[in-house]
């Protein structure tokens, strides 16, 4: 009796539940509707007037973030407005498709470059050869028998140097030849713009090149190549500094001589290293306008005894103006500023330690030190070079020993052996020498089918 009086009273629970179910009906209806209607009204509102802001552009719709259009107070001149249809027709046009993409590594330096063989490594070209005398490799000439080399990333990117003092004498194969008819560059000068044009366009004369990325002779990497070039490839932005100085050392030097074409709203601050795609590239070769504004009014020693110094604000006032949606506002390259000087924090060498690079390589944030004492950051992927005076090349150029100085970036990127066969078997200061008579096809066979690599250390240990 008590189950099927509880079963009677849970047909009276249900009945009830859906009586009162049935009344509301008309009312919930009616509720999303009008929620429906907001939304609707919302979205097209969204729709029909974009937001200005480039984060929230990408909430609604990527592909009408390029579409915003950045309009000037005042009408614009006939020179800003056949500028503004020319980087219109550039970044309308679809970037040419290229079979083997590849990264032009532009080089900015007074003479030589320090860390040249660091980038060679960099850039992982081996060679496997056997390690003879003349005699021996005349006899593999004759034989027929030539040196195998294997190539690394050859293919993927190409070298520029400009040089604005000496030229440099190149010891790493992908630096010989590469050197640009070069001119003289003065610090805070339009030549250091003039330069950075310059290697743009030799650089663009490669079909192939996609990404530019501007370095100095103190910059080192801090990834492997294969980890940069999917992280530049698979973007389609330009990683070009970019934030608001509202201090004497920012917007403190804009000159309203720049009028009508820059307004000080739109009068930017960075870094003048970058990473730009081809897209980019195009438009700062094609721009002249922007350019003689900078060359006249942005230089030291100006009226009121104020500098200013056009690397560290043309490009990024231009793109803040033209195509400010397409650049990240922060670059790739880890530079230091926390010592308040006029020059990044100069890295010696007991500072160089692993946790130092583990460090810089793990940073999210793009700070930047403003110059009315205010900072502030954005968040931002890791690094993938790093803009020093001496970050290695004091510790290691002493022993000559690119293999520590790789070991130090990359310690579990390395193999531990060498392509390349030494014979130390014979217990001598040098290695084995390979005479004519030597070099038959069964040593090569058993050069070439060794599996392991054999260490003979100096307290007679194998």
Not at 75 to 92: H, M, Q, S, W, Y
Not at 101 to 117: Q, V
Not at 204 to 217: E, K, R
Not at 427 to 439: C, E, I
Request: proline fraction near 5%; include cysteine; charge should be neutral.
């Amino acid at each position: 009796m008590k189950t099927v009086r509880a079963w009677h009273l849970g047909l009276r629970d249900i009945m009830i539940m859906s009586w009162s179910r049935k009344r509301s009906h008309l009312k919930r209806p009616k509720r999303i509707v009008l929620l429906v209607s907001l939304v609707s009204i919302f979205l097209l509102g969204a729709y029909v007037y974009p937001p200005r802001s480039s984060v929230t552009c990408y909430v609604f719709s990527s592909a009408r973030c390029g579409m915003l259009e950045q309009h000037p107070s005042t009408e614009l001149t006939d020179e800003e407005f056949a500028a503004r249809v020319v980087f219109k027709e550039i970044l309308n046009t679809p970037p040419v498709e290229s079979r083997k993409p590849k990264i032009a590594f532009m080089f900015l330096t007074p003479d030589s470059l320090p860390f040249e063989m660091l980038w060679d490594n960099f850039q992982q070209i081996y060679f496997i050869c056997v390690f003879g005398h003349r005699v021996a490799y005349a006899a593999l000439k004759k034989r027929e028998m030539h040196c195998k080399h294997e190539i690394g990333h050859e293919n993927r990117f190409t070298v520029y140097v400009h040089s604005s003092k000496e030229k440099p004498v190149h010891v790493s194969p992908h630096f010989i030849g590469r050197d640009i008819l070069s001119d003289k560059v003065v610090w805070g000068e339009i030549s250091m713009v003039d330069a950075e044009k310059r290697l743009l366009a030799n650089a663009l004369t490669d079909p192939d090149n996609q990404q530019f990325v501007l370095l100095s002779d103190s910059c080192v990497p801090l990834h492997s190549f294969k980890y940069v070039y999917h992280y530049l490839m698979f973007t389609n932005v330009s990683f070009i500094d970019c934030f608001v100085d509202p201090g004497p050392y920012g917007t403190g030097r804009y000159a309203e001589h720049m009028l009508p074409e820059v307004e000080e709203k739109y009068f930017r601050k960075a870094s003048q290293w970058f990473s730009m795609k081809r897209q980019h590239a195009l438009m700062v070769l094609t721009d002249s306008l922007y350019y003689q504004k900078f060359r006249l009014y942005c230089r030291p020693n100006m009226e009121h005894k104020r500098n200013c110094y056009a690397d560290e604000h043309y490009l990024p006032t231009l793109f803040n103006m033209i195509d400010p949606t397409g650049i990240a506002n922060w670059s790739v390259t880890h530079v230091d500023w926390s010592e308040g000087k006029w020059h990044p924090k100069t890295y010696r060498a007991p500072d160089v330690t692993y946790e130092l690079l583990k460090n810089i390589t793990s940073f999210d944030e793009s700070i930047h030190v403003t110059s009315d004492e205010k900072w502030f950051s954005m968040k931002r992927q890791h690094a993938l070079m790093v803009l020093t005076d001496s970050l290695y090349y004091q510790k290691f150029r002493l022993y000559c020993r690119s293999d520590l100085a790789l070991h130090s970036v990359f310690p579990t990127g390395i193999a531990n052996w060498s392509v390349t066969h030494v014979d130390w078997s014979e217990g001598k200061w040098h290695p084995k020498t390979y005479r004519a008579p030597d070099v038959t096809y069964e040593l090569l066979k058993n050069i070439t089918s060794f599996d392991e690599s054999i260490h003979v250390t100096s307290d007679e240990k194998v």
